[in-house]
């Protein structure tokens, strides 16, 4: 089955954000007929986990790098992350409480819920040359 | 992301780009200012959003708080389908009102 690969490594800073998504986005146009909803899912569990990476997981260290990998095939969009910071294990948070009133609300939390409902898997490995956290959305 | 300012009876602050945790803090300080300067009433137009991460709710929760404590209220009004579905993933439909149109979210305000 063809498949498409595309990586892009950048510096981990929050400037980094909007060109992580649009290397997704542009490998994605590869590939006639994904929906936009599932790029949109994808694009967002990315920027959660990205986001992360840029204000935790290097969080006191000198700003390091990700590497950001596409694979785009006929059956699943898969984005693997790397960094070199801190370990930081994606843990899947509570679903927020829709009910809950204005002041009540907490905003944080929600984008480790992003990316646990936006994508179909999620593997983590961390060992001492590094992280990596593998997203897997299914077509 | 830009932002555009429209004065009116209701004043409408239009967002176009994509709020995430780089854009969101802009956002914020924006919508702040706004309501701070005595128009705690204010419909926020998503319209041109492509793109919204968690950081965008939070600053929508800010504001919202921020507008009532003001005695007005921060409505949201035509957001795509994909920003849509997070705020409702978020549960955010039961604590911002959200409209299809500028219209329908101006008109609320009666």
Redesign the interface.
Known sequence: MAETQRQITLPAELEALPLFREHIKNACQDKAGLDAQSIYDVLLAVDEICTNIITHGYAGMDPGSIILNVEVSAQALIVTISDFGHAFEPVEPPTPNANASLEEREAGGLGLFFVFSSVDEINYESSPVGNTTRLIKNL | MEISITKGTVDIISVNG?V???TSPELVKVLNDHIHNGHPNIVVDFEKVE?M???G??AI??S??EA?TAGGDFRLAAPQ??IE??LK???F???VKIYPTVSEAIASFG
């Open positions: 994509s995430d945790a780089l793109f991460s968690s950081a709710l939070r929760l800010a919202v708080k009532r389908p994909s579905k997070v993933m978020a549960g439909h039961n604590i």
